[in-house]
């Protein structure tokens, strides 16, 4: 993710200045490939730059963000936002006491699939949305070089680091969600859950999110509203497909959505130059911290479902 980020900025007219990886050899190759500086510590990438790119592992979003944001940079920070809504609210207050802005990447809001559905439902397309059905499927992130992916601690599992696109998207379509019921399976080499969300606005949604396909990535929708239905299957004009098992440990990591748009108008590159130009313009993101905040709310609550096995009520949001 760090790569389509930095390639994103080369879209912009920012200056890519340099990385700082906890693995210098891995900082080294990036800098190499964008012939920029490889810092050898947090502070001196901090002192170099404006903006810091946080496309760090979920479990250090709230202390390298808050650093960045209290040096005075202004942060974008790779989803989901923080692994605690109270580490979200931190991130806020810290961007909001050094007068600098915070956008975090829930970039399905920046695929135009999911762009086009939503400006559909604002401009009455379908009627009033009444279920929506989100469905988000990939590998299994395996226990290679990545293994915290699979560290319920460390990443959320499924419904925190795969599902909050989802989550994010559903609240984006329906507004504010009131309840959370979840039902989830773990193995050996699996994740998969099933979310329903009640909205305030009486909407439901069933979010499907699964670290149990076979090979590859899909992503599908249908969205139904009391005058028609917005449908979308990543997978459905190709005519035939073979899925393989992967071997022995996996894949390292989990799968980045890709885009037949890649690379020059990428979703990446889109939500780089959205919050570049935000910046610029004073402009409010299309994404505001409570918004990627809300989103963590209903991922915690949905784990805390699957583990009673009973809804939960979701509170107001507050800092």
């Given amino acids: 993710m760090g790569g389509a980020h930095a390639y994103a900025w080369r879209t912009t007219d920012a200056q890519l200045v340099g990385f700082f990886d906890l693995e210098p050899q891995a900082a080294r190759q990036a800098a190499d490939r964008y012939e920029v500086n490889a810092f050898p510590t947090r502070e001196a990438l901090l ?167 076979p090979a590859g990535f899909r992503t599908a929708y249908d969205i139904a509203g009391d005058a028609g239905l917005l449908t979308f299957d990543s997978e459905r004009t190709a005519p035939l497909q073979l899925r393989l098992k992967e071997q022995e440990s996996g894949p390292a990591g989990v799968v980045v959505p890709s885009s037949p748009l890649f690379p020059e108008d990428s979703p990446y590159a889109r939500e780089i130059q959205h919050f570049y130009r935000c910046l610029q313009t004073g402009d409010e993101f299309l994404v505001t911290p409570l918004d990627a905040m809300a989103a963590v709310q209903v991922a915690n609550a949905a784990r805390q479902s699957a583990l009673t096995g009973t809804p939960v009520a979701l509170q107001p949001l507050s800092i």
């Fill in 47 to 213: 002192d170099a730059s404006d903006i810091v790119d946080v496309c760090t592992p979920t479990y250090t979003h709230r202390e390298v963000a808050i650093a960045a944001l209290q040096a005075g940079k202004h942060v974008i920070c790779e989803k989901p936002m923080s692994l605690t809504v109270d580490g979200c609210a931190d991130m806020i207050r810290a961007a909001e006491a050094n007068g600098v802005r915070l956008f975090v990447a829930q970039v399905v809001r920046f695929f135009p699939e999911y762009a086009t559905a939503k400006r559909l439902v604002d401009e009455g397309a379908i009627g009033k949305v009444g279920v929506i059905r989100l469905t988000r499927g990939g590998a299994h992130p395996g226990t290679g070089p990545r293994q915290w992916f699979v560290e319920e601690y460390r990443s959320g599992g499924v419904l925190l680091d795969l599902m909050v696109h989802d989550y994010d998207y559903a609240r984006w379509l329906a507004g504010d969600v009131e309840r959370v019921y979840c039902q989830r399976h773990l193995g050996p080499n699996a994740d998969y859950a099933l979310v329903t969300l009640r909205f305030a606005s009486g909407a439901m949604a069933h979010v499907e999110g699964s670290w149990a396909y």
